[in-house]
């Protein structure tokens, strides 16, 4: 009997004062930020509430969180890379790229990423005095092409923002595409800095391939936490981790990247990592069978709206453009009642996309959905 994480009453998560379900009014279906509708593991409660009877509320020490982490490494992935010297514990995900950028390239510099994009991607380099060099996912993956002649080109850009697996769009990377992304960063001494904080949530039976696992990307950082995967965004934490060949990067740092993670962070991710895989696992069970639901339901009551259906994320990456709206996200929220991310916020370009969170119960899916669609009928 599997556990069914995504199984909490609407009137329940009403009680939230988190982001998801506060910023809208009580009549709004929210499927938008990515929080997960999901209780907290026991294991992390546990962890917690010993730390809060222990009034343990100090600085964290030692490298227990790295250790979980290299533990999930190696049974999921069959990846060994040393908690003691090629991992780092960080204040959080977004923190942790933007101090890569810091430690690794000049203001001035420019940095590619691959739009549509979760937002902060942008944010980190317009916002830190870098420019951005666009290279699009064509058809939801990486352009490889389009890659080498950005890095070939008059921007010369001296770092690549890789997210894997890819938000909004849920595309997992194959190894061959990790590889040759590896090869075109060596060739044209270009930092590759990868987000990984969506690792564990792909559908049952899809690989995700570390970057840092593939030979090709030894050079290469990543960033990840249990954040995402574990739904503890409040503790914010995270993890830096050096390729084989990396440690120069590792050490070139801000030296308050290594200071800020805080002691319940440490303690609730590694609690998830330690404790809770069988969890997300089942968590990816459901999300996969609500991606079926989404399908269903899009193909019977707004068949105009295109959904390319990928193996990572909860997330879905929805194409509006035919229903002839000016505001998809908008018109949805304001007629329909529903809440979506809007499209133009991972790229102007997409406007007429949308991003539903997944990491709800079918009920709520469903009503969404329902909601959408009568919104045009009116
Ligand atoms: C790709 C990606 N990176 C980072 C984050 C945020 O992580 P953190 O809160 O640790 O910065 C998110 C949150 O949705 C995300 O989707």
């Known amino acids: 009997m599997t556990a ?25 279906l929210p499927l938008w930020v990515a929080e997960m509708d999901v209780a907290m593991h026991p294991a992390v409660r546990a962890a917690i509430d010993e730390a809060l009877d222990a009034s343990d509320t100090g600085y964290p020490a030692g490298n227990e969180y790295q250790e979980a982490f290299a533990a999930m490494a190696a049974a999921r992935w ?39 994009i979760y937002p902060p991607f942008r944010q980190i380099v317009t916002g830190y005095k870098r420019h951005l060099t666009e290279v699009p996912l064509v058809d939801d993956r990486l352009d490889l092409d389009g890659l080498r002649a950005a890095f070939a080109g008059p921007d010369k ?32 001494g270009v930092h590759l800095l990868a987000d990984e904080i969506h690792n564990v949530l792909v559908d049952p039976g899809t690989e995700f391939v570390p970057l840092l696992s593939v030979p090709a990307c030894s050079h290469a950082m990543v960033a990840t936490s249990a954040g995402k ?25 801000p030296p308050l990247a290594r200071q800020s993670g805080g002691q319940f962070a440490k303690i609730a991710h590694t609690a998830a990592m330690r404790h809770a895989q069988g969890w997300v696992d089942d968590l990816m069970a459901e999300v996969s069978a609500n991606k079926d639901l989404l399908q269903r339901l899009l193909a019977e009551q ?26 998809p996200s908008l018109h949805f929220r304001t ?44």
Request: negative net charge; charged residues 20%; hydrophobic residues 40%.
């Open 4 to 28: 069914m994480p995504l199984n909490l009453p609407e009137q329940t998560l009403r009680q939230r004062s988190s982001m998801k379900w506060r910023m809208y009014d009580a009549d709004v």
């Open 78 to 116: 069959d990846w060994h890379p040393d908690p003691a010297t090629e991992i780092a514990r960080v204040g959080d995900v977004m923190n942790a790229m933007l101090s890569m950028l810091q430690g690794l390239t000049e203001e001035g510099d420019h940095v590619v990423i691959n739009p549509p």
């Open 157 to 188: 850009p001296t770092a690549y923002l890789l997210c894997s697996p890819h938000n909004p769009t849920g595309t997992v990377h194959t190894r061959e595409e990790l590889a040759a992304v590896g090869e075109l960063c060596a060739e044209f």
């Open 229 to 253: 995967g574990w739904n503890l965004a409040g503790f914010k934490g995270g993890l830096i981790i050096r390729g084989t060949d990396a440690a120069d990067k590792l050490a070139a740092l």
């Open 302 to 327: 707004l068949p105009a709206v295109v959904y390319r259906r990928a193996p990572g994320t909860y997330l879905a990456w929805l194409d509006c453009s035919a229903l002839g709206l000016e505001n």
């Open 335 to 378: 007629k329909g009642k529903v809440a979506l991310n809007n499209g133009s916020d991972f790229g102007p370009e997409y406007g007429q996309f949308v991003r539903m969170n997944l990491a709800a119960a079918p009920e709520l899916i469903t009503e969404a959905v329902t909601r959408m669609a009568s919104s045009l009928e009116r």
